[in-house]
């Protein structure tokens, strides 16, 4: 019979790197090319679909400033997923987001898939600074459960990115 599954889901990653507008992009279908940065975190649901069963995504969106960087730990505890944003704008927030990335093999569920996402995928290429073959290495060795790109802005992306966390998560 059809099931309804809770899944925590936590977004990590830099201050800017657009975690709130992946967020709003797949739970509202909306962008702003203002939105205002995080205070501590956010949190919101969206409904799945899978086959007759139902996926229902709790969504930890964290701040990204440092002062709310201690927040993080009480977040991807017991997290099933944590998306691992960075900006493919900027080389800091991708090392930073292989930072998230080492602290949760050390500190959070052994079972917390991971998954690495480049977002801002529609500015010029010229402005990149992450290249895919790159970042694509980074996630080879690191053995996340995969790594892709993204726009909140056009919206490229935001849908396959959920639907492929979805297919990862133990459904029974
Ligand atoms: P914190 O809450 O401070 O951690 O930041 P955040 O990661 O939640 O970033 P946020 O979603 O607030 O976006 C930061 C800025 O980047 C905003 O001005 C967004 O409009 C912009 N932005 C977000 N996603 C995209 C995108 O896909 N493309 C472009 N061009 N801009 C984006
Ligand atoms: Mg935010």
């Not at 900006?87 to 998230?100: E, G, H, I, M, Y």
Request: net charge negative; with cysteine.
């Amino acid at each position: 019979s059809p099931k309804t599954l809770n899944f925590k889901l936590v977004l990590l990653g830099e201050s800017a790197v657009g975690k709130s507008s992946i967020v709003m992009r797949y739970v509202n279908n909306q962008f702003s090319d203002d939105r205002e940065s995080t205070i501590g975190a956010a949190f919101l649901t969206q409904h799945m679909k899978v086959g007759e069963d139902t996926i229902k995504f709790e969504i930890w969106d964290t701040a990204g400033q440092e002062r709310f960087v201690c927040l993080a730990p009480m977040y991807y505890r017991n997290a099933h997923a944590a998306l691992v944003v960075y900006s493919l704008d900027s080389k800091d927030s991708f090392d930073r987001a292989v930072k998230w990335i080492e602290e949760l093999r050390r500190q959070s569920d052994t079972h917390t898939i991971i998954i690495l996402a480049g977002n801002k995928s529609d500015i010029p290429d010229d402005t990149k600074q992450v290249s895919p073959h790159d970042a694509q290495a980074v996630a080879d060795e690191m053995q996340v459960e995969f790594s892709t790109t993204c726009s909140a802005k056009s919206g490229g992306g935001i849908e396959q990115l959920f639907v492929e966390i979805g297919n990862r998560l133990p459904i029974e």
